[in-house]
Protein backbone atom coordinates (compact mmCIF):
# COMPACT_ATOMS: atom_id res chain seq x y z
CA UNK A 1 0.00 0.00 0.00
CA UNK A 2 1.26 3.56 -0.85
CA UNK A 3 2.94 5.12 1.83
CA UNK A 4 1.85 9.01 2.59
CA UNK A 5 3.55 11.09 5.35
CA UNK A 6 2.30 14.63 6.03
CA UNK A 7 2.77 17.21 9.00
CA UNK A 8 1.20 20.24 10.32
CA UNK A 9 3.29 22.89 12.00
CA UNK A 10 1.55 23.51 15.69
CA UNK A 11 1.02 27.70 15.62
CA UNK A 12 -2.45 27.84 17.09
CA UNK A 13 -5.71 26.58 16.91
CA UNK A 14 -7.17 25.60 13.13
CA UNK A 15 -9.54 27.37 11.18
CA UNK A 16 -12.10 26.39 8.54
CA UNK A 17 -9.16 27.39 5.86
CA UNK A 18 -6.88 24.40 7.97
CA UNK A 19 -9.92 22.09 7.93
CA UNK A 20 -10.60 22.59 3.66
CA UNK A 21 -7.00 22.76 2.65
CA UNK A 22 -5.79 19.64 5.10
CA UNK A 23 -7.76 18.07 7.16
CA UNK A 24 -10.59 17.44 4.47
CA UNK A 25 -7.96 15.30 2.07
CA UNK A 26 -6.32 14.01 5.06
CA UNK A 27 -9.84 12.45 5.93
CA UNK A 28 -9.91 10.29 2.34
CA UNK A 29 -6.69 9.80 2.68
CA UNK A 30 -6.45 7.64 5.81
CA UNK A 31 -9.01 5.56 4.07
CA UNK A 32 -7.22 4.60 1.37
CA UNK A 33 -3.52 4.46 2.36
CA UNK A 34 -0.80 4.09 4.88
CA UNK A 35 -0.56 7.61 6.40
CA UNK A 36 1.78 9.06 8.93
CA UNK A 37 0.54 12.81 10.19
CA UNK A 38 2.43 13.84 12.41
CA UNK A 39 2.44 17.39 14.57
CA UNK A 40 5.87 19.07 13.32
CA UNK A 41 7.11 21.14 16.39
CA UNK A 42 10.16 21.56 15.37
CA UNK A 43 9.45 23.21 12.21
CA UNK A 44 7.43 25.62 14.39
CA UNK A 45 10.40 26.66 15.90
CA UNK A 46 11.82 28.17 12.73
CA UNK A 47 10.42 31.08 12.80
CA UNK A 48 8.45 30.61 16.31
CA UNK A 49 11.69 30.18 18.12
CA UNK A 50 11.76 33.63 20.51
CA UNK A 51 8.37 32.88 21.99
CA UNK A 52 7.92 28.76 22.74
CA UNK A 53 5.76 29.28 26.07
CA UNK A 54 2.47 28.25 23.86
CA UNK A 55 3.71 25.68 22.14
CA UNK A 56 3.01 22.32 23.93
CA UNK A 57 -0.40 23.97 24.33
CA UNK A 58 -0.28 24.49 20.77
CA UNK A 59 0.64 20.73 20.02
CA UNK A 60 -2.52 19.71 22.42
CA UNK A 61 -4.75 21.72 20.75
CA UNK A 62 -3.43 20.26 17.26
CA UNK A 63 -4.36 17.15 18.87
CA UNK A 64 -7.83 17.76 20.06
CA UNK A 65 -8.05 19.65 16.85
CA UNK A 66 -7.30 16.58 14.65
CA UNK A 67 -9.39 14.15 16.53
CA UNK A 68 -12.50 16.07 17.00
CA UNK A 69 -12.32 15.99 12.78
CA UNK A 70 -12.21 12.20 12.50
CA UNK A 71 -8.36 11.77 12.00
CA UNK A 72 -8.38 8.60 13.27
CA UNK A 73 -5.36 6.64 15.27
CA UNK A 74 -6.83 3.80 14.68
CA UNK A 75 -6.38 4.27 10.66
CA UNK A 76 -3.31 6.41 10.80
CA UNK A 77 -0.11 6.80 12.68
CA UNK A 78 -0.37 10.20 14.19
CA UNK A 79 2.90 11.21 16.30
CA UNK A 80 4.88 14.35 17.43
CA UNK A 81 8.17 15.44 15.58
CA UNK A 82 10.28 16.02 18.08
CA UNK A 83 9.61 12.54 19.92
CA UNK A 84 11.38 10.77 17.23
CA UNK A 85 14.90 12.20 17.56
CA UNK A 86 16.12 9.96 14.35
CA UNK A 87 14.93 12.90 12.50
CA UNK A 88 17.40 15.06 13.38
CA UNK A 89 19.97 12.78 13.20
CA UNK A 90 18.79 11.94 9.33
CA UNK A 91 18.98 15.76 9.01
CA UNK A 92 22.47 16.49 10.02
CA UNK A 93 23.54 13.91 7.80
CA UNK A 94 21.75 15.33 4.80
CA UNK A 95 22.72 18.79 5.36
CA UNK A 96 26.74 17.25 5.18
CA UNK A 97 25.41 16.09 1.20
CA UNK A 98 23.42 19.40 0.89
CA UNK A 99 24.70 21.94 -1.57
CA UNK A 100 24.04 25.64 0.11
CA UNK A 101 22.80 26.91 -3.20
CA UNK A 102 20.31 23.90 -3.03
CA UNK A 103 18.96 26.40 -0.08
CA UNK A 104 19.32 29.56 -0.88
CA UNK A 105 17.80 29.33 -4.38
CA UNK A 106 14.43 27.81 -2.68
CA UNK A 107 11.71 30.09 -3.71
CA UNK A 108 9.91 29.60 -0.86
CA UNK A 109 12.95 30.77 1.02
CA UNK A 110 13.07 33.97 -0.64
CA UNK A 111 9.22 34.60 -1.05
CA UNK A 112 9.05 34.44 2.90
CA UNK A 113 11.48 37.35 2.84
CA UNK A 114 9.62 38.86 0.05
CA UNK A 115 6.30 39.41 1.81
CA UNK A 116 7.83 40.30 5.13
CA UNK A 117 9.97 43.75 3.60
CA UNK A 118 6.93 44.43 1.13
CA UNK A 119 4.58 44.01 3.96
CA UNK A 120 6.60 46.20 5.68
CA UNK A 121 7.44 48.96 3.37
CA UNK A 122 3.40 49.25 2.78
CA UNK A 123 2.70 48.95 6.85
CA UNK A 124 5.32 52.38 6.75
CA UNK A 125 4.31 54.19 3.69
CA UNK A 126 0.32 53.67 5.32
CA UNK A 127 1.87 55.15 8.28
CA UNK A 128 3.18 58.08 6.73
CA UNK A 129 -0.26 58.57 4.99
CA UNK A 130 1.19 58.49 1.69
CA UNK A 131 -1.29 57.81 -0.86
CA UNK A 132 -0.82 58.03 -4.78
CA UNK A 133 -3.45 57.47 -7.09
CA UNK A 134 -2.89 56.84 -10.32
CA UNK A 135 -5.34 57.44 -12.95
CA UNK A 136 -5.87 56.50 -16.24
CA UNK A 137 -4.21 53.23 -15.30
CA UNK A 138 -0.57 52.87 -16.96
CA UNK A 139 -0.10 50.53 -19.37
CA UNK A 140 2.96 49.58 -18.50
CA UNK A 141 5.28 49.54 -14.87
CA UNK A 142 7.70 52.64 -16.68
CA UNK A 143 4.59 54.31 -17.63
CA UNK A 144 3.23 54.37 -14.09
CA UNK A 145 6.11 55.71 -12.60
CA UNK A 146 6.76 58.17 -15.43
CA UNK A 147 2.96 59.38 -14.83
CA UNK A 148 2.88 58.99 -11.27
CA UNK A 149 1.79 62.58 -10.12
CA UNK A 150 -1.68 64.24 -9.43
CA UNK A 151 -4.33 61.93 -8.38
CA UNK A 152 -4.54 58.86 -9.20
CA UNK A 153 -6.14 55.69 -7.95
CA UNK A 154 -3.94 54.01 -4.82
CA UNK A 155 -4.94 50.52 -5.64
CA UNK A 156 -2.94 50.93 -8.96
CA UNK A 157 -0.38 52.25 -6.87
CA UNK A 158 0.12 49.27 -4.66
CA UNK A 159 0.32 47.23 -7.33
CA UNK A 160 2.89 48.93 -8.96
CA UNK A 161 4.53 49.64 -5.48
CA UNK A 162 4.41 45.77 -5.68
CA UNK A 163 5.62 45.45 -8.99
CA UNK A 164 8.76 47.86 -8.41
CA UNK A 165 9.82 46.17 -4.75
CA UNK A 166 9.67 42.48 -6.83
CA UNK A 167 11.98 43.91 -9.53
CA UNK A 168 14.15 45.42 -6.43
CA UNK A 169 13.82 42.14 -4.37
CA UNK A 170 14.41 39.79 -6.97
CA UNK A 171 17.83 41.68 -8.50
CA UNK A 172 20.64 39.60 -9.48
CA UNK A 173 22.71 40.89 -6.80
CA UNK A 174 20.23 40.58 -4.04
CA UNK A 175 18.16 43.40 -2.89
CA UNK A 176 18.60 45.77 -4.94
CA UNK A 177 17.98 49.35 -2.56
CA UNK A 178 19.28 51.90 -4.72
CA UNK A 179 16.49 50.56 -7.54
CA UNK A 180 13.95 50.98 -5.25
CA UNK A 181 14.73 53.60 -3.59
CA UNK A 182 14.66 55.74 -7.50
CA UNK A 183 11.61 53.95 -8.28
CA UNK A 184 9.53 55.12 -4.89
CA UNK A 185 10.85 58.86 -5.35
CA UNK A 186 9.58 58.24 -8.87
CA UNK A 187 6.32 57.83 -7.53
CA UNK A 188 6.03 60.86 -6.04
CA UNK A 189 6.87 59.70 -2.51
CA UNK A 190 8.46 62.26 -0.64
CA UNK A 191 12.52 61.35 -0.78
CA UNK A 192 12.69 61.75 3.27
CA UNK A 193 10.09 59.63 3.68
CA UNK A 194 11.83 57.14 0.90
CA UNK A 195 15.15 57.30 2.75
CA UNK A 196 13.78 56.39 5.89
CA UNK A 197 11.50 53.35 5.18
CA UNK A 198 14.61 51.84 3.00
CA UNK A 199 17.08 52.47 5.37
CA UNK A 200 14.80 50.45 7.77
CA UNK A 201 14.75 47.82 5.59
CA UNK A 202 18.08 47.63 5.08
CA UNK A 203 19.37 47.83 8.95
CA UNK A 204 16.22 46.99 10.73
CA UNK A 205 14.93 44.04 12.11
CA UNK A 206 12.85 42.98 9.50
CA UNK A 207 13.34 39.64 8.08
CA UNK A 208 15.63 39.21 10.93
CA UNK A 209 13.95 36.38 12.70
CA UNK A 210 14.64 34.33 9.53
CA UNK A 211 18.62 34.46 8.98
CA UNK A 212 18.92 31.54 10.73
CA UNK A 213 20.72 28.51 9.75
CA UNK A 214 17.32 26.59 10.86
CA UNK A 215 15.53 28.48 8.97
CA UNK A 216 17.15 28.27 5.45
CA UNK A 217 17.95 24.56 6.01
CA UNK A 218 13.98 23.57 6.67
CA UNK A 219 13.78 21.48 3.56
CA UNK A 220 16.42 19.22 4.54
CA UNK A 221 14.70 18.93 7.99
CA UNK A 222 11.71 18.04 5.68
CA UNK A 223 13.66 15.43 3.43
CA UNK A 224 14.71 13.80 6.56
CA UNK A 225 10.60 13.89 7.90
CA UNK A 226 10.01 12.04 4.39
CA UNK A 227 12.56 10.11 3.65
CA UNK A 228 13.04 8.42 6.77
CA UNK A 229 9.75 6.69 6.84
CA UNK A 230 10.33 5.91 2.90
CA UNK A 231 7.10 7.84 1.86
CA UNK A 232 6.10 7.30 -1.33
CA UNK A 233 3.48 10.26 -1.50
CA UNK A 234 3.28 13.48 0.37
CA UNK A 235 0.33 15.82 -0.28
CA UNK A 236 1.14 19.37 -0.85
CA UNK A 237 -0.06 22.56 -1.99
CA UNK A 238 1.69 24.08 -5.15
CA UNK A 239 3.71 26.33 -3.39
CA UNK A 240 5.59 23.43 -1.56
CA UNK A 241 6.56 21.43 -4.70
CA UNK A 242 10.25 22.70 -4.71
CA UNK A 243 10.85 21.57 -1.10
CA UNK A 244 9.51 18.12 -2.86
CA UNK A 245 11.66 18.15 -5.35
CA UNK A 246 14.59 19.33 -3.12
CA UNK A 247 13.84 16.01 -1.54
CA UNK A 248 13.89 13.84 -4.36
CA UNK A 249 17.93 15.47 -4.84
CA UNK A 250 18.78 14.84 -1.55
CA UNK A 251 17.40 11.55 -1.90
CA UNK A 252 19.00 10.69 -5.41
CA UNK A 253 22.75 12.22 -3.89
CA UNK A 254 22.64 9.95 -0.85
CA UNK A 255 21.63 6.78 -3.01
CA UNK A 256 24.27 7.90 -5.58
CA UNK A 257 26.83 8.28 -2.59
CA UNK A 258 26.38 5.68 -0.74
CA UNK A 259 24.05 2.86 -1.54
CA UNK A 260 20.41 3.21 -2.75
CA UNK A 261 17.84 3.61 0.52
CA UNK A 262 15.73 6.10 -0.32
CA UNK A 263 12.47 6.08 -2.91
CA UNK A 264 11.73 9.03 -4.39
CA UNK A 265 8.94 10.01 -3.02
CA UNK A 266 6.11 11.96 -5.33
CA UNK A 267 4.12 15.51 -4.42
CA UNK A 268 0.23 14.72 -3.87
CA UNK A 269 -1.34 18.07 -5.30
CA UNK A 270 -3.90 19.29 -3.22
CA UNK A 271 -5.96 22.38 -3.66
CA UNK A 272 -5.18 25.49 -1.63
CA UNK A 273 -8.73 26.28 0.14
CA UNK A 274 -9.64 29.36 -1.31
CA UNK A 275 -11.93 30.10 1.72
CA UNK A 276 -11.45 33.61 2.44
CA UNK A 277 -11.45 35.14 5.79
CA UNK A 278 -14.66 37.43 7.04
CA UNK A 279 -12.85 40.27 5.85
CA UNK A 280 -12.29 38.95 2.40
CA UNK A 281 -8.52 38.81 3.02
CA UNK A 282 -6.78 35.64 3.24
CA UNK A 283 -8.05 33.55 5.92
CA UNK A 284 -5.10 33.86 8.53
CA UNK A 285 -4.74 34.01 12.68
CA UNK A 286 -2.83 36.88 11.86
CA UNK A 287 -5.54 39.04 10.09
CA UNK A 288 -7.88 38.06 12.96
CA UNK A 289 -9.98 37.03 10.36
CA UNK A 290 -10.96 32.91 11.11
CA UNK A 291 -13.31 31.28 11.74
CA UNK A 292 -12.22 28.29 14.02
CA UNK A 293 -13.32 25.08 14.54
CA UNK A 294 -13.47 25.67 18.18
CA UNK A 295 -15.55 28.76 17.98
CA UNK A 296 -18.67 28.52 19.94
CA UNK A 297 -21.86 28.59 18.26
CA UNK A 298 -22.58 32.09 19.31
CA UNK A 299 -18.94 33.31 18.08
CA UNK A 300 -19.69 31.38 14.76
CA UNK A 301 -23.04 33.88 14.43
CA UNK A 302 -21.23 36.87 15.35
CA UNK A 303 -18.65 36.53 13.04
CA UNK A 304 -20.95 35.87 10.03
CA UNK A 305 -23.12 38.84 11.03
CA UNK A 306 -19.65 41.05 10.38
CA UNK A 307 -18.63 39.20 7.24
CA UNK A 308 -18.45 41.46 3.97
CA UNK A 309 -21.18 41.74 1.31
CA UNK A 310 -21.45 43.02 -2.11
CA UNK A 311 -20.07 46.70 -1.49
CA UNK A 312 -22.41 47.59 -3.97
CA UNK A 313 -25.28 46.60 -2.36
CA UNK A 314 -25.88 49.76 0.07
CA UNK A 315 -29.89 49.39 0.76
CA UNK A 316 -32.25 46.40 1.36
CA UNK A 317 -34.20 46.89 -2.14
CA UNK A 318 -30.81 46.99 -3.90
CA UNK A 319 -30.29 43.56 -6.23
CA UNK A 320 -27.37 41.88 -5.38
CA UNK A 321 -24.62 40.34 -6.79
CA UNK A 322 -23.82 36.52 -5.40
CA UNK A 323 -20.43 36.89 -7.18
CA UNK A 324 -18.52 39.45 -5.35
CA UNK A 325 -20.23 38.43 -1.78
CA UNK A 326 -18.05 36.93 0.54
CA UNK A 327 -20.86 34.82 2.51
CA UNK A 328 -21.76 33.38 -0.53
CA UNK A 329 -18.54 32.04 -1.13
CA UNK A 330 -19.05 30.27 2.13
CA UNK A 331 -22.44 29.26 1.18
CA UNK A 332 -21.50 27.24 -1.67
CA UNK A 333 -19.35 25.08 0.87
CA UNK A 334 -21.82 25.03 3.60
CA UNK A 335 -25.44 25.21 2.17
CA UNK A 336 -27.20 22.94 0.57
CA UNK A 337 -27.25 23.27 -3.35
CA UNK A 338 -30.52 24.06 -3.56
CA UNK A 339 -30.77 26.92 -0.99
CA UNK A 340 -28.19 27.71 -2.87
CA UNK A 341 -29.45 28.58 -5.88
CA UNK A 342 -31.98 30.16 -4.40
CA UNK A 343 -30.34 32.79 -2.43
CA UNK A 344 -28.56 33.71 -5.95
CA UNK A 345 -31.86 34.26 -7.65
CA UNK A 346 -33.21 36.02 -4.41
CA UNK A 347 -30.50 38.14 -3.75
CA UNK A 348 -30.22 39.52 -7.79
CA UNK A 349 -33.72 40.48 -7.30
CA UNK A 350 -33.14 41.95 -3.61
CA UNK A 351 -36.02 39.56 -2.31
CA UNK A 352 -33.86 38.74 0.18
CA UNK A 353 -31.79 40.83 2.71
CA UNK A 354 -28.45 40.36 4.39
CA UNK A 355 -28.97 39.48 7.57
CA UNK A 356 -31.10 36.87 6.60
CA UNK A 357 -28.99 35.53 4.37
CA UNK A 358 -25.99 35.60 6.82
CA UNK A 359 -28.31 33.79 9.65
CA UNK A 360 -28.57 31.02 7.42
CA UNK A 361 -24.93 30.61 6.50
CA UNK A 362 -24.48 30.77 10.81
CA UNK A 363 -26.65 27.82 11.16
CA UNK A 364 -25.44 26.09 8.25
CA UNK A 365 -21.83 26.26 9.47
CA UNK A 366 -22.84 25.65 13.14
CA UNK A 367 -24.39 22.23 11.30
CA UNK A 368 -21.22 21.63 9.93
CA UNK A 369 -19.32 22.63 13.32
CA UNK A 370 -21.57 21.20 15.92
CA UNK A 371 -20.45 17.28 15.21
CA UNK A 372 -16.84 18.54 15.80
CA UNK A 373 -17.65 20.22 18.97
CA UNK A 374 -19.05 17.33 20.32
CA UNK A 375 -16.39 15.15 19.52
CA UNK A 376 -13.86 18.09 20.74
CA UNK A 377 -16.02 18.02 24.49
CA UNK A 378 -15.74 14.46 24.69
CA UNK A 379 -11.84 14.38 24.11
CA UNK A 380 -11.39 17.60 26.84
CA UNK A 381 -12.74 15.19 29.29
CA UNK A 382 -10.84 11.91 28.08
CA UNK A 383 -7.28 14.52 27.81
CA UNK A 384 -4.65 12.06 28.73
CA UNK A 385 -6.33 8.72 27.16
CA UNK A 386 -6.25 10.59 23.72
CA UNK A 387 -2.85 11.49 24.18
CA UNK A 388 -1.78 8.58 24.71
CA UNK A 389 -2.63 7.37 21.68
CA UNK A 390 -0.15 10.50 19.93
CA UNK A 391 2.69 9.02 22.53
CA UNK A 392 1.61 4.88 21.28
CA UNK A 393 1.89 6.68 17.34
CA UNK A 394 5.69 8.29 18.29
CA UNK A 395 6.45 4.89 19.50
CA UNK A 396 5.61 3.16 16.81
CA UNK A 397 7.05 5.83 13.96
CA UNK A 398 10.47 5.49 15.93
CA UNK A 399 10.92 2.03 15.45
CA UNK A 400 10.31 2.77 11.93
CA UNK A 401 12.95 5.50 11.86
CA UNK A 402 15.20 3.94 13.72
CA UNK A 403 15.07 0.89 11.11
CA UNK A 404 16.06 2.97 8.70
CA UNK A 405 19.13 4.98 10.71
CA UNK A 406 20.37 1.47 11.02
CA UNK A 407 20.62 1.42 7.32
CA UNK A 408 22.01 4.88 6.58
CA UNK A 409 24.73 4.29 8.88
CA UNK A 410 25.48 1.51 7.18
CA UNK A 411 25.31 2.59 4.18
CA UNK A 412 27.98 6.16 5.42
CA UNK A 413 29.83 3.30 7.23
CA UNK A 414 29.79 5.40 10.39
CA UNK A 415 30.77 4.17 13.70
CA UNK A 416 28.38 1.22 15.31
CA UNK A 417 27.60 1.83 18.81
S1 LIG B 1 -28.09 38.56 0.11
FE1 LIG B 1 -26.49 37.16 0.70
S2 LIG B 1 -25.37 36.74 -1.18
FE2 LIG B 1 -26.59 38.59 -1.52
S3 LIG B 1 -25.19 40.27 -1.03
FE3 LIG B 1 -26.40 39.84 0.81
S4 LIG B 1 -25.14 38.41 1.96
FE4 LIG B 1 -24.37 38.44 -0.13
Known amino acids: M??????????????LGHYLGVIKNWLQLQEKYECKFFIADWHALTN???????????????????????????????????GVKEHAELALLFSMITPKSWLEL??????????????????????????????????SFEEAVSKATGKQKSKIFEEYLREAFHRAFYSQKGIDFKYLKEVLIKLGIQKKIVEEAVKNLEEGDVGKDIDTLGFLAYPVLQAADILIYKADAVPVGEDQLPHIELTREIARRFNNLYDSIFPEPEA????ESRLPGIDGR?????????????DSSETVEKKVLEMKTDPQRVRRTDPGNPEVCIVFQYHRIFTPEDTVKEIDTKCRKAEIGCVECKKIL?????????????KRKEIEK????????????????????????LQV?????????
Not at 2 to 15: A, D, E, F, I
Not at 409 to 417: D, G, I, S, T, V
Request: a positive charge; proline letters at 5%.
Open 2 to 15: KKVLSGMRPTGKLH
Open 48 to 82: KYKNTEDLKENIRQMMIDWLSCGIDPEKATLFIQS
Open 106 to 139: NPSYKDLKFNLYYQYLKDFLAGKQVKILLTPPPE
Open 268 to 271: MLTE
Open 282 to 294: KMSKSYNNAIYLS
Open 362 to 374: AENLNNFLNPIRE
Open 382 to 405: NLPEYEKKFMEGTEKARAIASETM
Open 409 to 417: RKAMKLWEF
